[in-house]
């Protein structure tokens, strides 16, 4: 079945320099534009390039359809492995390669803030400890010159036991520490942006085009659990964590939640955590606790972990982007982590925990437009990016790489799923619905028992017999 949203024009993001001499803003300008110009030689905007977004009135028999599809960000052609032919036949001028190369590095100094300790991982990451209010988030204008908040009142029923270290990342292995009052944060390279597909956006998702959505060339594959139809403050999950085969560079596979608002349009409010592999902003194949944010459905406002003025980060242990340490294993031990994100009652913030009681930081509200208020869906699961290069489905896994008929020990799970209402209350998930929209590919099986409440696995090995 194809599913159909309004045809929009694709509007471009602006990218510019402010300089108060205006020759010299012309000319940033103008480099930036060859910039641009060369990105786009290396694109091949075929019809693959294509996503879609609700922005029409839902019509009710379709609305689990859709509103589960209109939260996948547009596959670039790079994810769909174009960019890698389209550059081994293109000539770059030196003058527009050193160009490009400057502006990595101004945006390299923006990123990356003066540490007070320098921490080498074991998986070759650089952890810079920074103080905590010379971290990216201050230098949102509506930040400068603040600090960290205090922490928020947890939501009531929120149960304090389980897991409570904040060693389940390769880089707190080295035995070495971040001070108090600085937060850990993964350098970021030359070679991590360059490796990018647009070092202007790097950090961030692809535009969304509002386009005819066909499904056989969408890219991106799901099996989700979601709930809609209230007010959300807010959800929490426990995510057991694997090592998926991701077969393309320019492909990920994630497992994640999503807090949600907005009518699907260029309003699309999203805040979300969990894990992924992606090789293209991280260069290897770790999963790594992640978080992402947008205000304006991925076009000009958001970005991954603290790659832009937003999150704010208030834990000192935790380096968000950074590699996961251990995961899961087949028919052997499961490791699973436990994420929770809420609006705090007193100052309307968003702040993610992890574990039983360590806060990471927040979301501050004024980023958003619809979150300023709260939530219209909360979604559960996993994605990922199938490129079909050479026209057949890539053998990129989603969670374990197993289906969820495997059950525990085998297939991927989310387990013990609430939500926080009105009153800042923890409950159950009264109506969890579960789509896979490639069941021959990915799937999904939902549940409820005492132990786990709300569960449901999930996943698949992507190419197989019945998913060529």
Known sequence: MD????????????????????????????RTNRVLAIETRTRNFSSMDFSWCLSSPIIPILVHFLLVASLLCPVRSSELGNTQVVNQSQTFHPEEELQKLQIVRTRLQQINKPSVKTIQSPDGDIIECVKAHHQPAFDHPLLKGQKPLDPPERPKGHNQMGMSSENFQLWSMSGESCPEGTIPIRRTTEQDMLRASSVLRFGRKNI????????????????????????????KASINVWAPLVENPYEFSLSQMWVISGSFGDDLNTIEAGWQVSPELYGDSYPRFFTYWTSDAYQATGCYNLLCAGFVQTNSKIAIGAAISPTSAYNGGQFDISLLIWKDPKHGHWWLEFGSGILVGYWPSFLFTHLSDHASMIQFGGEVVNSRPNGFHTSTQMGSGHFAGEGFGKASYFRNLQVVDWDNNLIPIPNLRVLADHPNCYDIQGGINNVWGNYFYYGGPGKNVRCP
């Open 3 to 30: 599913l159909v949203g309004d045809v929009l024009p694709w509007t471009k993001s602006k990218f510019c320099f402010v300089d108060g001499r205006r020759r010299q803003g012309q000319c940033k300008q103008a």
């Open 208 to 235: 969304i085009r509002r386009v005819t959505r066909d499904t056989n060339s969408n890219g991106h594959e799901h099996a989700v659990g979601y709930i809609t139809g209230d007010q959300y403050y807010g959800a």
